[in-house]
């Protein structure tokens, strides 16, 4: 059974900087394509940051120049450095990872989120 499990989480001050990560177990095949999103209070869910194989790395515009995504192996970890934060950046973050099998297709699995608090 895949997991993906998250760490990293917390409280910080506005300007500080965190590092989020995520762990994929039981992964089988390749991971084509892994993301943070994220949901703030009273927003729903949006994609912050995604690092797709042999295509690079996309940015929502509120967090580009201050966060980055980056990963370890085809079968293994995200990660997500998060500098100067702001206080909207405050909401739980999920890590998402797209797992290709060559026969059936597809899977999509999700983390159980991480709160992110920045405090003013």
């Known amino acids: 059974q895949v997991r993906l499990v998250e760490s990293g989480g917390g409280l910080v001050q506005a300007g500080g900087s965190l590092r989020l990560s995520c762990a994929a177990h039981?992964?089988?095949?390749?991971?084509?394509?892994m993301a943070w999103y994220r949901r703030g209070p009273g927003i729903g869910r949006e994609l912050v940051a995604e690092i797709i194989s042999g295509v690079g790395t996309n940015y929502a515009d509120s967090v580009k120049g201050r966060f980055t995504i980056s990963r370890d192996g085809a079968k293994g970890t995200s990660y997500l450095q998060m500098n100067s934060l702001k206080p909207e950046d405050t909401a739980i973050y999920y890590c998402?990872?797209?797992?290709?099998?060559?026969?059936?297709?597809?899977?999509?699995?999700w983390g159980q989120g991480t709160q992110v608090t920045v405090s003013s």
């Open positions: 998402y990872a797209n797992e290709v099998d060559p026969t059936h297709g597809t899977y999509d699995y």
């Open positions: 039981g992964i089988v095949f390749t991971i084509s394509r």
